[in-house]
């Protein structure tokens, strides 16, 4: 078993592609399964975040919520310089309300699961971007309507709903976080859980297998009915993720960040709570029906754009101590 962990974990990156591919292939093979598919995300996606938060001691989170530079730079990145970089993009798509309302749905929301895992790999603070992720879902839950309202027009606002905001909050942050907590407990006085932090260490690339290969798979088939239609909207999802990367690279450097700080203000500026806020775009009415599925194309064109920025984020923000390449308990503060 030692053997297998050690060879996934040096072959990461490889195999996260090859679960995108498997993913799609098995989408567009067997669109029947894409219900089936999509329930299984938040499962699967829960036991990922369980994994990650028993990374993470949470005396390290503790600390990080007082880190208020950070957590102003997260929220200022996000909430202020982010939306005047959504208005611009949206322009391009004003014509078609359905793909309007779906960019500015999935744009307008920083992800607060995911890319706690992501900021992870490429050697970010995890622990300080899991202390910012309440902030950042009350922020979102908040300021969401304002800026459909001035983006879209104070008519979208009936079809908003927090319920999907709260259910994610608590199925994929509470409930894991609560869980590694209770073991991280246990194992201070019991060996089984030790074992348990030991076995899911060594599962973490799998389970970021199945993460990708689900998403894929559950959304790949609805997306290639309309591609010509959503085509329109990738190159706007490909321009967002430099352009944010860009933007935590330089608020990190302004705010005079560590290196860990400021590749986490990278990732929680470039990914987005597509998960999250699909719900809100199915709700939309039938004539609106493209609106969940540029949801959806902004997190294939995601998916793909954070495998890239695992091995590029750590380019643009050396750092004279070797960069971790694998998820493990290494401090996040100085």
């Given at each position: 078993?030692?053997?297998?962990?050690?060879?996934?974990?040096?072959k990461?990156?490889?195999?996260y592609v090859?679960?995108?591919?498997?993913?799609?292939?098995?989408?567009?093979?067997?669109?029947g399964?894409?219900?089936?598919?999509?329930?299984?995300?938040?499962?699967?996606?829960?036991?990922?975040?369980?994994?990650?938060?028993?990374?993470?001691p949470?005396?390290?989170?503790?600390?990080?919520?007082?880190?208020?530079?950070?957590?102003?730079?997260?929220?200022?990145?996000?909430?202020?310089?982010?939306?005047?970089?959504?208005?611009?993009l949206?322009?391009?798509?004003?014509?078609d309300?359905?793909?309007?309302?779906?960019?500015?749905?999935?744009l307008?929301?920083?992800?607060i699961?995911?890319?706690?895992?992501?900021?992870?790999?490429?050697?970010?603070?995890?622990?300080?971007?899991?202390?910012?992720?309440?902030?950042?879902?009350?922020?979102?839950?908040?300021?969401?309507?304002?800026?459909?309202?001035?983006?879209?027009?104070?008519?979208?606002?009936?079809?908003?709903?927090?319920?999907?905001?709260?259910?994610?909050f608590?199925?994929?942050?509470?409930?894991?976080l609560?869980?590694a907590?209770?073991?991280?407990?246990l194992?201070?006085?019991?060996?089984a859980?030790?074992v348990?932090?030991?076995?899911?260490a060594?599962a973490?690339?799998?389970l970021?297998?199945?993460?990708?290969?689900?998403?894929?798979g559950?959304?790949?088939?609805?997306?290639?009915?309309?591609v010509t239609?959503?085509?329109?909207?990738v190159?706007?999802?490909?321009a967002?993720?430099?352009?944010?990367?860009?933007?935590?690279?330089?608020?990190?450097?302004?705010?005079r960040?560590?290196v860990?700080?400021?590749?986490?203000?990278?990732?929680?500026?470039?990914?987005?709570?597509?998960?999250v806020?699909?719900?809100?775009?199915?709700?939309?009415?039938?004539?609106?029906a493209?609106?969940?599925?540029?949801?959806?194309?902004?997190?294939l064109?995601?998916?793909?754009?954070?495998?890239?920025?695992?091995?590029?984020?750590?380019?643009?923000t050396?750092?004279?101590?070797?960069?971790?390449?694998v998820?493990?308990?290494?401090?996040?503060?100085?």
């Amino acid at each position: 078993m030692g053997r297998a962990v050690q060879w996934w974990d040096e072959k990461q990156i490889p195999l996260y592609v090859a679960a995108i591919a498997a993913g799609a292939v098995l989408g567009l093979a067997a669109p029947g399964l894409a219900l089936t598919l999509e329930r299984s995300i938040n499962p699967v996606l829960a036991l990922l975040l369980f994994a990650t938060f028993l990374g993470v001691p949470l005396i390290e989170v503790g600390r990080a919520f007082r880190d208020v530079r950070f957590l102003a730079t997260v929220l200022v990145a996000n909430f202020v310089v982010v939306p005047a970089i959504v208005y611009g993009l949206s322009r391009f798509v004003a014509d078609d309300r359905g793909l309007l309302l779906g960019v500015l749905l999935v744009l307008l929301t920083p992800c607060i699961d995911y890319v706690i895992v992501f900021t992870g790999l490429a050697g970010g603070a995890r622990a300080r971007l899991l202390a910012a992720a309440p902030l950042l879902m009350v922020a979102q839950i908040l300021l969401l309507p304002g800026y459909l309202y001035l983006f879209a027009g104070g008519d979208v606002l009936a079809v908003v709903d927090i319920a999907p905001f709260v259910e994610a909050f608590l199925v994929l942050i509470v409930l894991p976080l609560a869980a590694a907590a209770a073991v991280q407990a246990l194992a201070r006085r019991h060996r089984a859980g030790q074992v348990t932090e030991t076995v899911m260490a060594g599962a973490m690339v799998p389970l970021m297998m199945a993460t990708l290969a689900v998403v894929i798979g559950s959304q790949i088939a609805a997306v290639g009915d309309r591609v010509t239609e959503l085509v329109r909207v990738v190159p706007l999802y490909v321009a967002f993720v430099v352009l944010a990367v860009a933007v935590g690279l330089l608020a990190g450097w302004l705010t005079r960040l560590d290196v860990p700080a400021t590749r986490a203000v990278m990732f929680a500026t470039a990914t987005r709570n597509s998960l999250v806020v699909l719900p809100l775009a199915l709700a939309l009415p039938a004539s609106l029906a493209i609106a969940p599925l540029a949801v959806v194309t902004q997190t294939l064109v995601e998916l793909v754009a954070m495998v890239v920025l695992v091995r590029l984020v750590p380019r643009l923000t050396p750092t004279r101590h070797p960069t971790p390449t694998v998820l493990t308990a290494t401090p996040d503060l100085p």
